[in-house]
């Protein structure tokens, strides 16, 4: 899942965004609680049921981005779904955006639909892509005590994607402009 959050406290899950170190601490273990029980909330029918795939947006095409990645990174071993989620409208200006999440019950991907914009470049939509793509061989595990939803081989993985760096500054500078989207 890749979440950011802009605003006073920048939440253990933003600095996982940011630099790909994720912190030990009690906020980023209430991130996680937070957003499992958004994925449980629904059975993996009530989740397809509700969502009919929307991987074809007006600027992005999803699904092209994830064949594509699946063959240049995984050796098309990544079998899941892949959708645009929907808009949910919202009373106050939001804090924070879900750009992705991997829901591995239902095999699915969602990529938030604030990312089909023109200014959006490819390289950040297939780095959130691959990002989930990767929770899809990387299930999360427990260490001792705790869950680790970023392993170290995750991580490793993860900066093979040659834009890495560039998606990341993209994040940086652009962060506001999705949250007004
Ligand atoms: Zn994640």
Redesign the pocket.
């Known amino acids: 899942?890749?979440r950011a959050k802009s605003g006073r406290s920048e939440s253990a899950a933003r600095r996982y965004v940011l630099c790909g170190v994720p912190k030990s601490s009690a906020a980023l273990d209430r991130f996680i609680e937070e957003n499992r029980a958004f994925i449980r909330r629904r059975s993996p029918a009530a989740l397809r049921g509700k969502l009919p795939l929307n991987p074809h947006g007006r600027h992005h095409d999803l699904s092209c981005i994830f064949r594509a990645l699946n063959r240049r990174y995984s050796r098309d071993r990544v079998r899941a779904h892949i959708t645009f989620g929907p808009w949910v409208s919202r009373r106050r200006p939001r804090k924070s955006i879900k750009m992705g999440s991997?829901c591995g019950e239902a095999r699915l991907i969602r990529i938030h639909p604030a990312l089909d914009r023109p200014y959006v470049p490819r390289y950040f939509l297939e780095w959130i892509v691959f990002?989930?793509m990767l929770?899809h061989l990387y299930p999360a595990r427990r260490r001792g005590e705790r869950r680790s939803?970023?392993p170290p081989e995750f991580q490793a993985h993860e900066r093979r994607f040659r834009d890495f760096e560039r998606a990341r500054r993209w994040e940086e500078r652009n962060l506001e402009s999705l949250l007004r989207a």
Do not use: C, G, K, L
Request: charged residues 10%.
């Open positions: 899942m890749v991997y990002h989930e929770h939803i970023h």
